[in-house]
């Protein structure tokens, strides 16, 4: 016994080091796959399918014990399913006794509703936060959160990261005249990151007055602002319906804009809005691959980025203990 003691206190004996251990439930796959080749590793094996009754059946395929677990899914349609499956997942891992269990979420469903608009009204997204942390999770992994405050939900860690450096690298590339760009907040609520984009840009501000007369239905009013002759890039983070989006782009037009982009982080694409998209007086439709859309029935003026080496580096960053804030310092 002496003995085994005196070999266990041995400096030299080599601790064994984890890799990271990525899985996938069945949102976004794809995305999955390009975070895992700019990681240089594979997605780990799991078995993730449907009882007839719709409940849903998870086995991870192989041992994670004492790992760094990164489970990936977007909280997209069907976001029911997809919560459920996230927490499922979760929780397979936490009985499979992996060191941490990072929640990376593309999307986060359920955000709109984060606060008490009127009275009786459920706040999902802080909903939502109860069951991830419920069910196991240490961390999470959040990219453009509907609003910061969402990140106070969560009794765990959460690293916020964003989209803007895919954005901006894109649309610099295009090469603009510096003094014809100006760029447009949708809403009084998007300024703030608006602003941002614009000081990255080196370009004026401009904000949409949009008024919320219904549940998913608002009103445009005017444009404050110059757009006049403009190049004008609106910066949204979210793309449901289309239908405020598309009338603030033919306000904007109205008001003499010359050309009109849209940007987008999450492509939400519910009902009518590729249709509607399509119809808009909008040069180009730009969106990251947060939610997976099927290419062949795309019009030409929607263009999706790969936002994989932003995850797959914050993620890295994650499991070295390195900053992940310092990805978007200028």
Known sequence: ???????????????PTHAIKLFTGRANPKLVEEIANYLGTTVGPM??????????????????????????????NPVNDNLMELLIIIDAF????????????????????????????????????????????????????????IQGFFNILVDHIYSNPVM?????????????LVAVSPDAGGVERTRHLAKQLDCPLAIIDKRREAHNVAKVGHVIGNVQGKTAIIFDDIIDTA????????LLKREG?????????HAVFSGPAIQRLEEAPVEEVIVSNT?????????????QLSIAPLLGEAIARIHDDESVSSLFED
């Not at 399918?49 to 909280?75: A, H, T, W």
């Not at 009204?121 to 240490?138: P, R, S």
């Not at 239908?243 to 033919?250: C, L, M, N, R, V």
């Not at 804009?257 to 982080?265: E, F, H, L, P």
């Open 1 to 15: 016994m002496l003995q085994e003691m005196n070999m266990l206190q041995n400096d030299n004996i080599v601790k």
């Open 243 to 250: 239908g405020t989006i598309t009338e603030g782009a033919k």
């Open 168 to 180: 901006i690298k894109y649309l610099k590339d295009k090469n603009f005249k510096q003094e014809d």
């Open 291 to 303: 939610i997976p859309l099927k290419q062949q029935n795309l019009p030409p003026k929607i263009k």
């Open 94 to 149: 936490k009985r499979a006794s992996a060191k941490t269990i990072t929640a990376v979420i593309p999307y986060y469903g359920y955000a709109r509703q984060d606060r008490k608009a009127s009275g009786r009204e459920a706040i999902t997204a802080k909903l939502v936060a109860d069951l991830i942390t419920t069910a196991g999770a240490n961390r999470v992994l959040a990219m453009d959160l509907h609003t910061g405050q």
């Open 47 to 76: 078995i993730i399918k449907n009882f007839s009754d719709g409940e849903i059946y998870v086995k991870v395929q192989e041992s994670v014990r004492g790992d760094d677990v990164f489970v990936v899914q977007p909280l997209c």
């Open 257 to 265: 804009a010359a050309k009109i982009y849209i940007c987008a982080a």
